[in-house]
């Protein structure tokens, strides 16, 4: 009995492995739209009750999520054009008039001579300034000529599946029931024992993760963003906007709450910039090590070691699609070492889900 139901196996593992093979280099985006299909699922059937047609629902959830994520990148990319346009007449008067020898230069131990030499010839004339600019830009022209290639390549390459993602995200939410019915039909067809409790579990952990993530997104940037006003730094609002938005995935937080301390040290205010980054690393270890793991572990009832076990594993190994599959697994080897397998068996397989 057992070889007859491998044997009835052995084929659809093996076209599972063929088709993964096929789509390796665009499983990330079915990966991500299957997420957020999940995630925004509840809305997508509440607008439906209200009488939304399915395509407007469709569009409009589709339109929240690219303002959401494209919005603060349109708005950082417009505050840094005016930091280049400052930067830009900056460097053109410093060019016109000539930089000055710093007052700092001469008390340098040993080298402190050469180095005023080397600053008045080519520093403190008038014009020096750009003729270093130029100078260094074309030694590192062949350098920066084939990043940029790498870069525009690899833009254009997440530009694709970014596009793959939002498509078949807006199919799924036209044609949810359908697909709901056929990935039940195959779940119960191949794992008849399991398929009720995974079909359970799955949306309740990744939607625990969601709420986690979010949750612990818009806490840092009102939290660190309060710290910056504190210190001192300069816009605040936006830099506390940025750092909420990069608190979404693993190294965001941390990256953009020392970029604000060099920042201020390089402005001159040491003291701030200490303060800050050292409130910045305690404020995120107790985040992320406590306060995170408690809100995603809420939803599936998994305990803390859990929850942080399933985090750190998952993105170590998966990267940032991890953060849901990490607390998946855990959830669901919970789920078996407290014996609800035989819950699984005593509940009606899987209800199918329609929405007409």
Known sequence: MTGMRFSSLLLPIAFAVVLALLLRHFLGSLAWAALLAIITWPLHLSLLARGWPRALSASVLLGVLIVSFVGPAILLLDTLGSEVAGVHRLVSELNASGVPVPGWIPDLPVIAASAQEWWEKHLAVP????????????DFMPH???????WGSTILANALYLFLTLLTLFVLYLHGPTVIRHVDQTGMRLLPAHYGMLRRVLPLSVRGTALGLFSIAILEGIVLGSA???????????LGVITGYLALIP????LSFTM??????GQGH???????FLWGTVELFLVDKFVRPKLIGHKVNLPFLAVLFGLLGGVSTLGVIGLFVGPFIMAVLFVWLRGAD???DDQPAVTIVRVD
């Open 127 to 138: 014009g020096g300034l750009n003729t270093l600019i130029q100078t260094t830009v074309g």
């Open 144 to 150: 920066l000529t084939g990043a940029a290639r790498s």
């Open 228 to 238: 910056y006003a504190i210190a001192g730094a300069p816009a605040p609002v936006l």
């Open 251 to 254: 190294g965001g937080a941390p």
């Open 260 to 265: 604000v301390s060099l920042l201020l040290l």
């Open 270 to 276: 040491s003291a701030a910039a200490l303060g800050l």
């Open 342 to 344: 035989s819950i699984a």
